[in-house]
């Protein structure tokens, strides 16, 4: 297992940005895919976002495409969500998650601690 420590959340008004961080440490992180999910209050959680183990492949929830973007630095082992055009209902606890090999995988395995994001006037 990985081990996952998420860092960037905070309070943004409507419209505002943030950059949510991942460090992850341990071995073959090369090998794993990177997810971002999110959890709200009464809510299910929800995969927001994906990238490959190579950084080459990306995908999105339906609720963030266009305003979220998903990248990796391997030299710094930090995956990012940059989160732009903030609305009220990207409130959530939002957590790093790791899959060995794909994010097809149905099986993330290692999880960080979550991060805050709240979205208010």
């Known amino acids: 297992q990985l081990q996952l420590v998420e860092s960037g959340g905070g309070l943004v008004q409507p419209g505002g940005s943030l950059r949510l961080s991942c460090a992850a440490s341990?071995?073959?992180?090369?090998?794993?895919?990177f997810g971002w999910f999110r959890q709200a209050p009464g809510k299910e959680r929800e995969r927001v976002s994906c990238?490959?183990?190579?950084?080459?492949?990306?995908n999105y929830a339906d609720s963030v495409k266009g305003r979220f973007t998903i990248s990796r630095d391997s030299a710094k082992n930090m995956v990012y969500l940059q989160m732009n055009s903030l609305k009220p209902e990207d409130t959530a606890i939002y957590y790093c998650a790791a899959a060995w090999a794909m994010c097809s995988s149905p099986y993330f395995s290692s999880w960080g601690q979550g991060t805050q994001v709240t979205v208010s006037s």
């Open positions: 341990g071995t073959l992180l090369d090998s794993y895919a």
């Open positions: 990238i490959s183990k190579n950084g080459g492949s990306t």
